[in-house]
């Protein structure tokens, strides 16, 4: 048999196909949206079962349905949070070896050697995921029901993934990200972290890394880190920057945060509290030292950034500040005690 896939060209999409925004969350309950999807007469219910491959390097969507590889590469993410996913492949099997090339290339692995000229689904788990402890397969059955929600298209699902994993999730798209925000906010799910396929199938199974934030607010600058923690492998970064917002200009001489360099910080720390979530952190930590522990009105600046983001700032004493200090400066070293 020959295969009829049709691979695009790198950074390109399928022919005729229109790449869409998508916003999609996980749960066991979704609010309000129950009660609102259920004034709504179903467009299509449709069940399916299809094999995903994960990687811990990538949240690519990369699936086998009805016999055929579709893989979707994440395009964009606009202002809203809302991604962008763009087809790039779609094809049956025996994949030609340069079909198998982007589908390692989409699961973040292209060092992985592709020896065969075409692939039957069977040799490529037997020789490109199972011995790669990067990547695992996983079956997933899916009920969806479709539903229009203004001019944008809402799916309700009921997954499971291998033999004891089940969880609900609930995503809208469109061609137009502006009917997305549209439908989201109709539905009052606008709080709820967008989650993509890949990502909430590797938390609901297990097989993931895990993300935090930690944002310190100095007198000068906000400092954002985020780290990657997997089983085994220790920490990575993920992103680590500073942006110099000056909070302590002005306070030497009246003692109290002035509202301009207020306002730069909270604009700042709100920034990297989006920056984190987009990077689909589980958990942010903000701190801050001398600026805010000295400051008369420190409160009025973590009251802000709660109403902006919800997340607290906890000031840190000057001996916890000192620690913290030590545990960074010598946590790669070898420092004997004595």
């Not at 000056?246 to 001489?253: F, I, K």
Request: charged fraction near 25%.
């Amino acid at each position: 048999m020959t295969a009829t896939h049709h691979l695009a060209e790198p950074g390109a999409a399928l022919a005729g196909i229109v790449p869409r925004w998508e916003w999609r969350t996980f749960g066991d309950s979704f609010g309000p949206a129950e009660g609102l999807l259920a004034v709504h007469e179903p467009e299509r219910v449709q069940e399916s079962e299809e094999l995903y491959l994960l990687s811990l390097e990538s949240d690519a969507s990369v699936k086998v349905r009805d016999g055929l590889m579709d893989v979707k590469q994440l395009e964009s993410v606009d202002g809203d949070g809302l991604e962008q996913w763009r087809p790039v492949l779609k094809g049956a099997f025996p994949l030609q070896a340069s079909a198998v090339s982007a589908v390692v290339a989409a699961l973040g692995v292209p060092g992985q050697r592709v020896a065969r000229g075409t692939y039957t689904l069977g040799q490529l788990l037997h020789d490109i995921v199972r011995p790669n402890k990067a990547l695992t397969s996983v079956r997933v059955r899916k009920r969806r029901v479709h539903y229009r929600i203004g001019a944008a298209m809402a799916e309700l699902s009921e997954v499971t993934a291998g033999a004891a994993h089940s969880a609900r999730t609930l995503a809208v798209e469109s061609e137009n990200p502006a009917a997305v925000v549209a439908a989201v906010n109709e539905l009052q799910l606008a709080d709820r972290p967008n989650v993509c396929v890949a990502r909430g199938l590797k938390s609901l199974i297990g097989f993931e890394s895990v993300r935090f934030a930690v944002i310190d607010v100095g007198t000068n600058s906000v400092k954002l880190h985020i780290g990657e923690r997997r089983a085994g492998d220790g920490w990575r970064t993920i992103a680590d920057r500073a942006e110099v917002t000056r909070l302590g200009e002005g306070l030497q001489d009246g003692g109290v945060l002035q509202p301009e360099p207020m306002r730069r910080t909270v604009d700042a720390i709100v920034g990297m509290v989006v920056e984190a979530r987009r990077a689909g952190v589980a958990e942010v930590a903000a701190v801050a030292t001398a600026g805010m522990r000295i400051a008369g009105n420190s409160a009025e600046l973590v009251a802000a950034v709660r109403a902006g983001c919800g997340v607290g700032i906890e000031v840190i004493s000057g001996e916890e500040e000192a620690r913290l200090a030590y545990v960074a400066a010598t946590s790669t070293l070898d420092v004997a005690d004595g």
